[in-house]
């Protein structure tokens, strides 16, 4: 059974951080390109940052020099460090991994930036 499960969400104030988590089970993780997405209340989901299984790195627009995506094969997870926090980057962030046709999501984690 394939399990994807995000950690780290919570409540930070404006110009805080976060470091979110995904650990997956079920699959080989070394192999999949993974994936953070968000989707805040209203709006579709859109990618935050990807990772593929070479490591090559690529962040949205909007969080480019603030967020950072990484992986460690060795703990089957990927990492999205969150700095200098704005809160229009409320929403629920989700894990994702992908490999041919396989495509997997986590439940996502609540990440609210408020005052």
């Known amino acids: 059974q394939v399990q994807l499960v995000e950690s780290g969400g919570g409540l930070v104030q404006p110009g805080g951080s976060l470091r979110l988590s995904c650990t997956a089970s079920?699959?080989?993780?070394?192999?999949?390109?993974m994936g953070w997405y968000r989707q805040a209340p209203g709006k579709q989901r859109e990618l935050v940052a990807s990772?593929?299984?070479?490591?090559?790195?690529n962040h949205a627009d909007s969080v480019k020099g603030r967020f950072t995506i990484s992986r460690d094969n060795a703990k089957n997870t990927v990492y999205l460090q969150m700095n200098s926090l704005k809160p229009e980057d409320t929403a629920v962030y989700y894990c994702?991994?992908?490999?041919?046709?396989?495509?997997?999501w986590g439940q996502g984690t609540q990440v609210t930036v408020s005052s």
């Open positions: 990772i593929t299984s070479y490591a090559s790195t």
């Open positions: 994702n991994g992908k490999w041919g046709r396989n495509d997997y």
């Open positions: 079920g699959i080989i993780f070394r192999i999949y390109n």
